[in-house]
């Protein structure tokens, strides 16, 4: 049994007489410690299957299910706890809180889940140890991205989301950035879900899925995936 | 104005209508609040002068010291501006009630001060008249009833001393207020207990003696058109005032004069009488005493007749006490014959006694002697029978036999002659002893008749000396009823000489009162005078005052949350702003769609507020005040003045705040307008510098603690908004316990009595004392203290106030009664003998401090002058203490008690009515008054004051409401992003909650704790403004109130936390978080 798994999975936003097929009987399947990239272009689904399959959203209809649980069929509240311990969110404008500093913003998401990693520690892994208590506004785009990271990896979750999160930095930091997902996969075994649109970077991934449409096209496995370093785009 | 903008500005309003929403409720509550209160004065006095004109209310009055007649209203009529003069007649009476003596102001139905009808009907009879509503609720009479009032009898304008009413039963018709008794005051009066207790109104054909006015009210042309109490108004009355003034001196002359007269005529009729009296007397007690010197003569005619008789009387007796003293003499001498001749006689018999003595001897010898030989002849008869008599012997027998009868016939023989002899002599002492016993008898029946002439001649004496006593009696009887007559005459005489004197001093008198008769003194007084008038206007001035601060708390809260919502949503269309800009359009044309946005939520929000506030508002405040005041319901107006004043203020306040915030903005350039806002960056705030507090911080606590630092505007706009609410709040709380501790304060704290009696006048002093042990004696009463109270004006300054004078029969008597304490020190005050204490009120008032010196007046306008030797506290009305010797002093008068205060056995309700009715059996005791029901009239009355406190509660807890709902609005759209990411990252519900209301939770209680201090003073101002001359308010909150407020403050945050609740579980964080592209 796949550690997670989407069966035909629709999702469907009605605006006012206008439906949108966000998702489209989308299936694919992740196996735990993978990283995965999921490519395609704008609209393409990308953004809502992960948001579903990190508990923000729901699905119209189908099936998702994480370590044998079904999300689709957590309440409010089961949806909550849900994020609050299995699910890493990392996004694109870091969404740090301004107020406070680098280490608060880890504390934020480790007060509250139960397995949670020592802030100062995660802070460290990802480079951050002398900046732990700037604020982020005082750090750099791919420094504020490093919090962010440690942030949800501090919380150790089964899942690591992220959606384009190298989008706003530049080809340097992002290539960090990148590289610190993959050696987390690779070292703390955990399972990391990367957005992009740069399909460049499929190769770093041990699966990559292709969406188009509003549904997953195509699925490939990298049996060799590259280093990030090794990759040039 | 392009139309496009137009169309956006009200799409703006659709689409972010709770912000339109609340910047309008804002609008509302600063112009609703504002104007309604500024209304409410002028408001007031539109009512009172609307009312005063309904009811004709005088413009000036008129009152004379020696009463005022109908050329005074002519004279008057006369003078320029003045449109119309009524005389009338205004006195006051007692009236009994259960036993209870009312004092009432007795006035007359006229065309002037009409009365307003409530019930029933006017007096149209002689024998009816109407009445206030409380006297109905407080006696326990009904329209129907019949009440019969006493009052002192008038002169009339011959001086003659006539009754002032035709009926004094009357029948009560109807329920009146009176437009001059505004308030609750009746003012004073010099009867019984001093204090007018109700008005009642009669028809002036009930008065008999008409002919002279208690009052002359007057009306001034064109008076009824100003407002009154405006300067126009006060400058109209004025200057007529100063024409009538004009006419007083002559007028009062001719009122001496017409005194004078008047007087002198009855003078000299009286004197008239009176020489005819003492004519009539004079003669009459001539005649008297001829008639007594008549019975004198009489009286003296009599003796002498009876001398008369008496000396006949006795020559009579003489003579014949002469006769019978012969006839006893001759007695006597033949008496004195007759016993010599007995004497004789006796010597004779004593002789022929021995003869016969002699003769009996002789007798008894020859008895003897015939007895021998008697026995000597039986013997020889016996021996002669003897047969053997011897022959011898026989014979000599025989001889002797012979011889013995011999000597026996012999001795018979001189027997015989002896016994003549005896006899003889027997007749002869027989016959000498019956001669003299015949003398005897003669003389015995002479003396027996002798004796009967006498005892008839005593009767005789007796008789006539009874006739002449009986004579002298009857003389004796005569004389002393004469006696007596002469007597009663002179008595009578002294009598009517004392009359006479007595009408000969009043005559004196009479003269001397006319030649005493002052020229009686006019007082010309306009409305100013009237107290109740005067209290309403003031109380006009301190509703003004209040209308300037309370409206001060909203515009600057309004303001507040102006610019926040204002500056956040200009924020939030930075992009479009930017893109407008770029387009092309100007900064005004820009600037105008937010500016019309907030204009129009501005000028819906105060015309809203002014409809609202213009009604509801006066209606609370004269709801109050109607408490004190009976004119009826308020007229409100639709004030323009105040309207467009609150409506600018308002929008000078929002648009300005609006125009502020898109000015900010619009100086930047299109291309940073249309990147987005870069958040506010963090800071370490300064209490993370002191390590010891910030590490023991949680880790909520420190990020609550750094956004409140972060968001300034917020911050400040949260406490003031909470402040002001929790201020709001404070205060209507703190206004009811300043006005509900006033009763407990007067009657538990400075009067301790619970019962209060008043006497009845002119008791003695000792009757007082009995009845004081009387009721000293019962078990329901611990204390009785004796004192005299009366009604008087103090004067400084020209500000008068009605005080009462308590004057204790002892200084030290009232301890424990009535608690004398100075106002300053605390301490309790004895009264000294040339010095008053005065009530705190009054002492504010007249403008005065210790040691300074005020005018007593009492209702006859005698004045005193007394100096305060301390101000004393007092809650309500206003009292001047004042000792016995000071009393005595001062007025030159004996101290005499009139009332009584009575302390209790803590009694129940029913204890101490049935105590009051036992008491008020006593002949003595002319009232009885229970503090404690009196207590409970006034706590009803207070009732009234919750609304207040309603009103201001709702107004607070809409402010509140309005600024947190508000201020939560922009928090969350302000920081939509890092609560979205709080969500993804898995807080709870309530986590994400409690992560944004912490903040507003602090700043509540950091609000409210400002909120009580800015209350306590807040209400410390209000109460000081409103404050009516009458009363006290202590200025104090209770703590419950403290308590009352926080926790209603805390309630209206719940509430708007409640509504951020859902706010925030509805925020979509997939939208929130998108990127911005």
Redesign the interface.
Known sequence: MPYIEFKNVNKIYEMGEIKINALNDTNFQIEKGELVVIVGPSGAGK?TAL?IL?G??TATSGRVIVDGKEVTRLKN?EL??????D?G?V???Y???????AR?NV???T???KNSLDPEQVLEKVGLKDRMNN???QLSGGEQQRVAIA?AIA?NPKLLLCD?PT?ALDYKTGKQILKLLQDTARKENMTVLIITHNGALAPMADKVIHFKNGTAEKIEINDNPKPVEEIEW | MKKALMKDSVKEIKNTYKRFLSILLMAFLGVGFFAGIRATSPDMVDTIDKYYDNQNVYDIQVMSTLGLTEDDINEISKIENVDKVIGTYETDGKLEIDKVEEIVKVMCVEDINKPRLLEGKLPEASNECVVEPNFLSQTGKNIGDTIEVQIENTENNNGEEVEYLVNKQMKIVGTVASPLYLSRDRGSSTLGSGKIDYYIYINKDNINAKDIYTKIYVKVKGANELETSSDKYKELISSTKSKIEEIKDEREQARQNELIDTATEKLNEAQTEFDNKKKQAEEEITNAEAKIEDGKKQIEDGEKEIAKNEQKANKEFADAEAKIESAKKEISKNEETLNQEETNANAQFETLGQQKAGLESNLATVNTALGTANETYAGILEALKNPNIDSGSLESLQGQKLACEAQISKLNETKNTLIAGISEIENGINSGKQKIEDGKAQIEAAKKELEKQESSYQNTKTSTLAQIQSAKDKLEASRKELESGEQELNDQKAEVEQQLNDAEEELIDARDEIAKIEKPTWYVLDREQNSGYVSFIQDTDSVENIGQVFPIVFFIVATLISLTSMTRMVEEQRTQIGTLKALGYNKFQIASKYVIYASLASVIGGILGMSVGFVLIPKVIWMMYSMMYQIGDISLNFNWTFGIIGLGLIFICIVGATIYAVVRELRQTPAILMRPK??????RVLLERIPFIWKRLS??R??TV??IF?YKKRFLMTIIGIMGCTALILTGFGLRDSISRIMPDQYEHVFNYDIQISLKDGLEENQIGELKNNLEQKDKITNVVETYMTTETAINNGVEEDVQIIVPEDKNSLDGTINIVDLDTKEKVTLNDNEICLTDKAAELLGVKEGDTITLQDSDGNQKQVTISNVVENYVYHYVYMSKELYESLYNKQYESNVLLVQDNDLTEEQEDSLAEELMNYNEISSVSLISSAIRTMDETMQSLNYVVVVLIVSAGLLAFVVLYNLSNVNISERI??L??????????R?VYDYVTRETILLTLIGIVLGLVAGYFLNYFIIGTCEINMLRFNKTIEPLSYVYSTLITIAFTLIVNFVTYFALKKID??ES?K??E
């Open positions: 953004t948001n990190g923000m959203d509240k909550i706890g849900y994020r609050r311990n699910i969110f996004f694109q404008f969404n740090l809180v301004q107020n406070l500093t608060e504390e934020l998401a007060q509250i889940c604020f982020p506004s942030r919380k384009e989008g | 870069a958040p506010k960056i963090g800071k880790f909520s420190k990020v750094r956004n972060r992003r890092e979205a990411t709080i969500k993804v990252l898995g807080f709870y519900d986590e964080m997939i978080l990127s911005v």
